[in-house]
């Protein structure tokens, strides 16, 4: 789990510099303290070890003029006679950390993280027996914890964490006589062993214990169980084993947050029992949070499950060996938001009970084998954003939840009888699936209500009929699957005109006629179509449609102009007077509205450019113009008179009317916004039925085309250019974070050319990019914008949308990787690194890319945690991403430089 700690400053443009050593201070020399000249000297030596500044971070090191203790991140004691403080975190600087850093003998905080420090620990540091707080995290530090630091007997703070260490952990870390220790986090490498505490061990003061993602095995030690101030317990994703602590559990009474996921814990009496554990816990009467998910639990959910601390508010068991049915004493949890039990051995019912619970956002109870009915007082749950569950039928309260904001999963059951009408209530929901069930009937019309819908999957059912032409208006509609169905009939012709959907599929239906390859369609195959012998026409692969002699199409035009004739000598004179009219009328309208743009244009002071002329750029904002689409509107390519090429966002005109503040105040926010990696407005142009952006085009089209090219020979992305976008992106969301002139809660959206952006209370985004907390009606937030950075990150990793887990039955992205992390990343490396790089590739590059592929992941989890608080800032992230980048720079010069040398 992600912790928080001092921001850090986007970096600037540097190079690889080498530091001059200062010449002596005068000042000091006068001042003839031993202690501060001996402190300045080790901190001359330490500079050495330092290959790296691009930021130009130790200039004030290199200057004779500056005293010692007004160094950067130095601070002396108040009486200027030694150096108790040297804080160099975030400074993008890259080396070794010196030995010599062990001569600031008055040392209490020693901070380096989030930099690019490679090399080892050196053990001297265990000589700075005054050290209360010692951070070395998010560097590239390797090899083994030096058992010196159990020296550091005063340390408060250790965290190590999120770096490249392997081996056991020393003994004398925990063990060391020490009682102080209230913070240790050494997560995130590739630590192996046990958990090293005897019982001899002392850590009373313990508060946080960070050991996730790692190696480490065997059981967790009871001593921990001394620790009774312990907070905060996270060994998620290891190999430990035994059965769960309950022991040690039961004497942790300020336990708030235990994170026991993905390892290979049992329950007690031979795994068949999870009542001890479950009673254990109800001592901890503040706990929030409990994770059990991904090991080997068995037995029946007990009916002390009742009695846990009622503050808890997420609580996932998913992916054990859990039978039997759901107690009803579950209600008692009052505050829960989130309940996961997916993926285990559980029947029965679901107790009506748990309706109770009406804080609850987000259940999954998928993968089982319950049965029954669906309780019908789910649908009235104020707050539930995501239903992931069972079989039985749908009740018209369930299928009308109008709360319902993120998904909807009924997918993989025995859902029977027609899809219920009150499914068009639901008029907030970004993805429906009801796949792979025995439902039957025709699908109604009344779905085109579902108007933020975006994800639709009614495939694997018996619906029959025609598919209605609603399905094809919805306004944001990117994935619909209706596969292995019973419908007939044409395709609908507003599929083929949607300019969102991304992907279909048709197959094994009896649907019929002739199927073109433009528009939606363009990007299809066959694979779209299989299963319906009925259909021909240009998609590749398919068979094309017979040609016919129609006789008739002579016959019918000479009838019509036969008819036509007289008609018009009636009718047809009185109508083009008429038009005339309105011609004249339209032309005083026009010139108003240029006035009125022109005014507009003025008060602003951007550049004067019409409707019309926009108009003209766009081709009459013709089909063949658009290049986007997003929750937002619609975006055309175009072309003014003067050949500059623009992309103009036009606003659909009831979300702009829905956009807090005026139209105007948003486009003085957007133009104050300057930074080099954000696109530039041009222009606008705002009528009371018109709204758009003008903005520059963009050449190199959008990154969803370079991540999945349409045509198998055109050229992707390699990893340096992938890392140097995200980096690219992370830079901007910080700058409109916490530089921009008025702060900017900016959503990234996967693929628009231009995203609009709102200050407050604008929520927007596609299933999959959208975060959790937003679905339950939070207020937007910068953490928002983290998640989705998060899941574009694992998207550029993975190569996978996140819809197209929603397809693999995953709730999304982050559970599909996690599923995967940290034992079994080789189905996500392998294929990454084979997209990112070539045969010509050396083996050192290729080991570097793989470690950077491995930290994009873990970077990604980081930042789409459920919990906005647990993660990073996108300061952080531009800081990492910068690293990243700097660090495959490197790599690839080193890899010029042996090349070359070898020639």
């Not at 009682?179 to 313990?206: F, H, M, Q, W």
């Not at 795994?271 to 037995?299: H, R, V, Y």
């Not at 998913?318 to 989130?338: D, F, M, R, V, W």
Request: aromatic share 6%.
């Amino acid at each position: 789990m992600y912790t928080t700690s001092q921001p850090v400053r986007l970096p600037d443009a540097g190079c690889r510099v080498a530091p001059r050593v200062p010449t002596w201070s005068s000042a000091i020399d006068r001042a003839g303290d031993s202690q501060i000249v001996s402190d300045r000297a080790s901190l001359v030596s330490f500079m050495s070890g330092i290959v790296s500044d691009p930021r130009n971070a130790l200039q004030s090191w290199n200057s004779s003029d500056v005293h010692v203790c007004n160094w950067t991140g130095v601070t002396c004691n108040s009486a200027r006679s030694a150096i108790v403080t040297l804080d160099l975190s975030g400074r993008s600087l890259g080396g070794t950390i010196s030995p010599a850093i062990a001569g600031l003998s008055k040392l209490i905080i020693l901070d380096l993280s989030r930099n690019f420090f490679g090399g080892r620990i050196p053990p001297e540091i265990g000589s700075l027996v005054e050290l209360q707080q010692l951070s070395l995290t998010w560097n590239f530090l390797e090899g083994t914890i030096p058992s010196e630091l159990g020296s550091l007997r005063k340390l408060v703070y250790l965290n190590l964490g999120i770096n490249k260490l392997s081996g056991d952990i020393p003994e004398e870390i925990f063990c060391n006589g020490s009682s102080v220790l209230e913070y240790a986090d050494l997560s995130n490498n590739t630590l192996t062993g046990k958990i090293p505490l005897r019982g001899e061990c002392e850590l009373g003061a313990l508060k946080y214990l960070l050991l996730w993602s790692n190696r480490l095995v065997g059981p967790v030690p009871p001593a921990l169980a001394k620790s009774t101030r312990l907070m905060w317990l996270d060994l998620e994703s290891n190999m430990l084993s035994g059965e769960l602590p309950s022991g040690i559990v039961h004497k942790l009474p300020r336990l708030q947050y235990l994170y026991l996921s993905y390892n290979n814990f049992v329950s007690h009496d031979g795994n068949t029992n999870l009542g001890p554990f479950f009673s254990a816990l109800a001592n901890s009467s503040d706990l929030q949070e409990l994770e059990l998910g991904a090991n080997k639990l068995g037995g029946e959910l007990p009916a002390s499950i009742g009695n846990l601390p009622r503050t808890l508010r997420q609580f996932h068991l998913a992916e054990n060996l859990i039978h039997g049915s759901i107690p009803p004493q579950i209600s008692n949890l009052i505050n829960l938001t989130l309940l996961n039990l997916s993926s285990n051995f559980l029947n029965g019912t679901i107790p009506t009970e748990l309706c109770r619970l009406q804080g609850l956002e987000r259940v999954y109870l998928s993968n089982n084998s319950l049965s029954g009915e669906i309780p019908s007082a789910l649908g009235d749950l104020p707050h539930l954003g995501l239903l992931d569950l069972l079989s039985g039928t749908t009740p018209d309260e369930v299928a009308g939840m109008r709360s319902l904001k993120i998904y909807l999963n009924l997918s993989s059951n025995y859902l029977h009888g027609a899809l219920p009408l009150e499914l068009s209530k639901m008029d907030m929901v970004l993805a429906i699936d009801l796949s792979s069930n025995n439902l039957s009937g025709t699908i109604p019309s009344q779905l085109g209500s579902c108007i933020a819908l975006e994800f639709l999957n009614l495939s694997g059912n018996m619906l029959e009929g025609p598919l209605p032409f609603s399905i094809g208006q919805l306004p944001y509609l990117r994935a619909l699957d209706v596969s292995s169905n019973h419908l007939i009939g044409a395709i609908p012709q507003s599929l083929q005109a949607s300019p969102t959907l991304k992907q279909l599929n048709f197959s094994f239906n009896g649907f019929s006629g002739n199927v073109s390859d433009d528009g939606a369609f363009a990007a299809l195959t066959e694979d779209s179509f299989l299963g319906n012998s009925g259909l021909c026409g240009s998609i590749k692969g398919m068979k094309a449609c017979k040609k016919r002699r129609h006789y008739h199409l002579i016959i019918v035009p000479i009838l019509l102009s036969l008819v036509v004739t007289p008609i018009f000598c009636v009718f047809g004179y009185p109508l083009t007077l008429r038009s005339k009219i309105r011609q004249k009328l339209a032309s005083f309208s026009k010139r108003d509205m240029v006035v009125e743009e022109k005014q507009e244009s003025k008060e602003h002071r951007y550049p004067k450019i019409s409707y019309r002329q926009l108009m003209e750029a766009t081709g009459g904002f013709n089909p063949s113009s658009l290049i986007g689409s997003g929750q937002f509107g619609h975006v055309y390519k175009g072309v003014l008179q003067d050949n500059t090429r623009i992309a103009v966002k036009v606003l659909d005109s009831k979300t702009a009317g829905e956009i807090p503040g005026s139209f105007k105040r948003e486009c003085q926010i957007l133009k104050r916004t300057r930074h080099r990696n954000l696109i530039r407005i041009i222009t606008i142009c705002s009528r009371p039925d018109f709204k758009a952006l003008v903005l520059p085009l963009m050449s190199n089209g959008s990154l969803e085309r370079h991540l999945y090219p349409s045509h198998k020979l055109d050229q992707g992305l390699d990893l340096v250019q992938l890392v140097s976008i995200c980096s690219d992106v992370a830079e901007a969301v910080a700058y409109l974070h916490h530089y921009s002139p008025v702060r900017v809660v900016h959503y990234v959206p996967p693929y628009d050319l231009a995203s609009f952006c709102s200050t407050d209370g604008l929520l927007c985004g596609s299933v999959g990019y959208i975060a959790p907390e937003y679905g339950m009606g939070k207020r937007a937030s910068t953490q928002g914008d983290v998640y989705s950075f998060g899941v574009l990150l694992l998207e550029i990793v993975t190569g996978v949308r996140p819809t197209d887990v929603l397809f693999d039955g995953c709730s999304s992205l982050h559970e599909w990787v996690k599923s995967h992390y940290p034992h079994n990343l080789d189905p996500i490396v392998q294929p990454a690194l084979s997209r990112c790089s070539t045969p010509s590739m050396s083996e050192y590059l290729r080991k570097a890319c793989c470690e950077v592929i491995v930290e994009l992941i873990e970077l990604g989890l980081m930042c789409t945690q459920y919990a906005p608080s647990t993660r990073p800032s996108m300061m952080d992230m531009a800081h990492e991403m910068s690293t990243l980048k700097q660090y495959l720079s490197d790599s690839s010069s080193q890899e010029m430089e042996a090349t070359s040398s070898k020639r």
